[in-house]
């Protein structure tokens, strides 16, 4: 089997493996990024979500994420230079009531992605449609991590690994410990419609015609009535498919997506046949991937816990700060408001360094949804803005511990916080929301 050797591996190009790479290469590692999808941008380009949630603490406006996920924002013309609250965004593309933020165009994600990496060849390399499927450990280490791409199987050399995959394939596959939601989040297809014109009445009918589409058996589960405008007037973005699934078991992953595709058409059908303002729309694109909230977490050296959460416990080796709701999505119908529970809202929160590292091995950070948090804890911290802020935090690490020729799980996490903070970047404080 070919062999490539680099100093950092990035697997995953999401939300967190796209800020890691670049936080990495930029801090001085030689960088490899590999990626399942032929782009990066995670569920931003693979599902078609435009926000950046997480960025913004909703009640006082201000960012309590900077750094990368601010330079993308800034790079497409959302926010300001020296942007730090929510009036420096551009004022089409944020719901106040959410304390939201969306990007006009995710397709333009992909070619700012592709540029940004390019930017940075020197250092950072990226391959596209590469899938890992293995790794062999060594010594409490991944010595090296197996890919498979249209040159059949490399095994991948690298000094520090970041698992941003989502589902914490690479922990998994090294024997770290996990932990798995019950139940599981649903999983959605997004979906967009063309040409629709909304008056008055088309956003509850379209609830209504779900409601009765259900009854009638033709729709297992939904989200009702799950229909935004967020990209045009006239274009309806539509997240209201839920797919109970198991995403790490591949039968159980395949199943989901075929329904998941099923159940989109059935609503565009039912709309367009049913719905003041559907009469001569078109169904424009899904996807390509079915959406995955939630499947295995590390159960790292610090768990992130609902307490941490409540009484916004401080972390000397805080990398990040987290502050969206409790976002928890019922694999099973609902209505009006997509998530249940409290919604509790927490005020901005540190995530400690800790949570990115896995227990038995020494090499390996995990970044992004799969990071050590409890059930409750990532309901919060999962969302995307937060996972760049996690990635980024692991992309400094690594390049960290190369250059102190050490491993990610035995560096310090205030070493982690200082070097973010001189990069404009790092956890939330009065200071550094200047
Ligand atoms: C349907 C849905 C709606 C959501 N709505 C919102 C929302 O409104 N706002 C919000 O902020 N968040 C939302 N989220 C949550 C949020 O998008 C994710 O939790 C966030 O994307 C986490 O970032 P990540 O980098 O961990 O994962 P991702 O962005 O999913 O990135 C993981 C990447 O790893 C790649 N990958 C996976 N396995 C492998 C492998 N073995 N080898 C190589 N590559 C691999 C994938 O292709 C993907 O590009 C939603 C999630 C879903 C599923």
């Known amino acids: 089997m070919k062999t490539i050797q680099t100093e950092t591996l990035v697997c995953g190009g999401g939300c967190a493996g796209i800020a890691a790479a670049l936080a990495s290469a930029r801090s001085g590692a030689q960088t490899l990024l590999i990626e399942r999808a032929g782009f990066s941008g995670g569920i931003i380009t693979t599902v078609g979500l435009p926000y950046f949630d997480g960025l913004i603490d909703k009640p006082s406006g201000r960012f309590v994420v900077k750094g990368i996920a601010l330079e993308l924002l800034q790079r497409l013309g959302v926010a300001r230079d020296k942007a730090n609250h929510i009036d420096d965004l551009r004022p089409d593309l944020i719901t106040r009531y959410w304390g939201s933020v969306w990007i006009p165009n995710v397709e333009e994600f992909k070619i700012l992605t592709d540029q940004l990496i390019l930017d940075h060849r020197d250092r950072l390399s990226v391959l596209y449609h590469t899938v890992a499927c293995d790794v062999e450990v060594r010594s409490q280490r991944v010595n090296a991590v197996i890919v498979a791409n249209k040159d059949g199987l490399t095994r991948i050399e690298a000094r520090q690994v970041i698992d941003c995959t989502g589902d914490g394939d690479i922990a998994n596959w090294a024997g770290c410990p996990t932990i798995s939601s019950t139940p599981l989040m649903p999983l959605t297809m997004h979906f967009r419609i063309g040409n629709v014109v909304?008056?008055?009445?088309?956003?509850?009918?379209?609830?209504?015609?779900?409601?009765?589409?259900?009854?009638?058996?033709?729709?297992?589960?939904?989200?009702?009535?799950?229909?935004?405008?967020?990209?045009?007037?006239?274009?309806?973005?539509?997240?209201?498919?839920?797919?109970?699934?198991?995403?790490?078991?591949?039968?159980?992953?395949?199943?989901?997506?075929?329904?998941?595709?099923?159940?989109?058409?059935?609503?565009?059908?039912?709309?367009?046949?049913?719905?003041?303002?559907?009469?001569?729309?078109?169904?424009?694109?899904?996807?390509?991937?079915?959406?995955?909230?939630?499947?295995?977490?590390?159960?790292?050296?610090?768990?992130?816990?609902?307490?941490?959460?409540?009484?916004?416990?401080?972390?000397?080796?805080?990398?990040?700060?987290?502050?969206?709701?409790?976002?928890?999505?019922?694999?099973?119908?609902?209505?009006?408001?997509?998530?249940?529970?409290?919604?509790?809202?927490?005020?901005?929160?540190?995530?400690?360094?800790?949570?990115?590292?896995?227990?038995?091995?020494?090499?390996?950070?995990?970044?992004?949804?799969?990071?050590?948090?409890?059930?409750?804890?990532?309901?919060?911290?999962?969302?995307?803005?937060?996972?760049?802020?996690?990635?980024?935090?692991?992309?400094?690490?690594?390049?960290?511990?190369?250059?102190?020729?050490?491993?990610?799980?035995?560096?310090?996490?205030?070493?982690?916080?200082?070097?973010?903070?001189?990069?404009?970047?790092?956890?939330?404080?009065?200071?550094?929301?200047?």
């Open 198 to 434: 909304p008056v008055e009445q088309t956003k509850p009918l379209a609830k209504q015609v779900l409601i009765d589409a259900h009854r009638e058996g033709k729709l297992p589960q939904f989200y009702g009535p799950g229909l935004i405008f967020a990209f045009a007037k006239d274009e309806g973005y539509v997240h209201a498919t839920r797919v109970p699934a198991n995403a790490t078991d591949a039968a159980d992953f395949t199943r989901a997506e075929i329904q998941g595709r099923r159940d989109a058409w059935t609503i565009f059908n039912e709309w367009k046949s049913k719905v003041p303002g559907f009469e001569n729309s078109y169904y424009i694109m899904s996807g390509p991937f079915i959406g995955v909230r939630d499947t295995r977490r590390i159960i790292g050296q610090h768990v992130l816990s609902l307490e941490d959460l409540q009484k916004t416990n401080r972390y000397d080796d805080a990398i990040a700060t987290g502050c969206w709701f409790l976002d928890i999505h019922p694999p099973e119908t609902s209505l009006d408001k997509p998530f249940t529970g409290s919604g509790f809202q927490p005020a901005p929160y540190d995530i400690s360094y800790r949570t990115l590292i896995p227990q038995k091995i020494s090499n390996l950070l995990v970044a992004g949804r799969c990071h050590s948090a409890s059930t409750e804890a990532s309901a919060s911290s999962r969302v995307t803005a937060t996972a760049m802020a996690l990635g980024e935090a692991a992309g400094q690490a690594a390049s960290l511990a190369i250059r102190a020729q050490t491993d990610v799980g035995l560096i310090s996490g205030v070493k982690v916080r200082e070097q973010l903070t001189t990069h404009n970047s790092g956890p939330f404080t009065e200071a550094t929301s200047k």
